[in-house]
T-cell receptor, first 116, second 114 residues
Framework: GAGVSQSPSNKVTEKGKDVELRCDPI?????LYWYRQSLGQGLEFLIY????????KSGLPSDRFSAERTGGSVSTLTIQRTQQEDSAVYLC??????????????FGPGTRLTVL | AQSVTQLGSHVSVSEGALVLLRCNYS??????LFWYVQYPNQGLQLLLK??????LVKGINGFEAEFKKSETSFHLTKPSAHMSDAAEYFC????????????FGSGTRLLVRP
């Protein structure tokens, strides 16, 4: 079946602009995760959604970052007033139930964000 | 707090040779451990995971890893490297069954020479 999809695959933006990154999880997966992969920081957890529960936003690096998940499916990660240090690959993952790390996370191909 | 250290940002082996990618972890609670592989321009794919059952874990593509509590290690091995194994490999730790968060190591890029 279809895996996790993300769009766009590449995004180039100017410093100060807002960007939206989209994630379509695997159908039926209730848990969704966002990670950031950057040269300096490696792979970092950003945010976690599980069903109708309040999201775990503990990994968001600043208040310029926000995410929502509409209808328990598609998620959008928004970065406002982008900075050069936001340049990274943003990875989305989904899992069937969430709540435990034994629930395998399936990753999308990522969105490569470049802030000029 | 949990952390993961992967020794060697790059490992180069000849085709047919043993692959050994090192991972050491730090965890204040019994950990769950994972190895993921990332091929160019693709997302991460789970290779194998340790969740407190057998200490020798077999994964996909002929890879396996052994959990050694005394050494706080979870090294990834494959007896014979194939050209298609060239990719970046990430070790990750989670603090047991209570957390969904994965804490990743910095990754090791495996190069396979013909």
């Amino acid at each position: 079946g279809a895996g996790v999809s993300q769009s766009p695959s590449n995004k180039v933006t100017e410093k100060g602009k807002d960007v939206e990154l989209r994630c379509d999880p695997i159908s039926g997966h209730t848990a969704l995760y966002w990670y950031r992969q950057s040269l300096g920081q490696g792979l970092e957890f950003l945010i976690y959604f599980q069903g109708n529960s309040a999201p775990d936003k503990s990994g968001l690096p600043s208040d310029r970052f926000s995410a929502e998940r509409t209808g328990g499916s598609v998620s959008t990660l928004t970065i406002q007033r982008t900075q050069q240090e936001d340049s990274a690959v943003y990875l989305c993952a989904s899992s069937l139930r969430g709540g435990t790390s034994t629930d395998t996370q399936y990753f999308g191909p990522g969105t490569r964000l470049t802030v000029l | 707090a949990q952390s993961v250290t992967q020794l060697g940002s790059h490992v180069s082996v000849s085709e047919g040779a043993l692959v050994l990618l090192r991972c050491n972890y730090s965890s204040s609670v019994p950990p769950y451990l994972f190895w993921y592989v990332q091929y160019p321009n693709q997302g991460l794919q789970l290779l194998l995971k340790y969740t407190s059952a057998a200490t020798l874990v077999k994964g996909i593509n002929g890879f396996e890893a052994e959990f050694k509590k005394s050494e706080t290690s979870f090294h990834l091995t494959k007896p014979s490297a194939h050209m298609s194994d060239a990719a970046e490999y990430f070790c990750a730790v989670s603090p047991g069954d209570s957390s969904y968060k994965l804490i990743f190591g910095s990754g090791t890029r495996l190069l396979v020479r013909p």
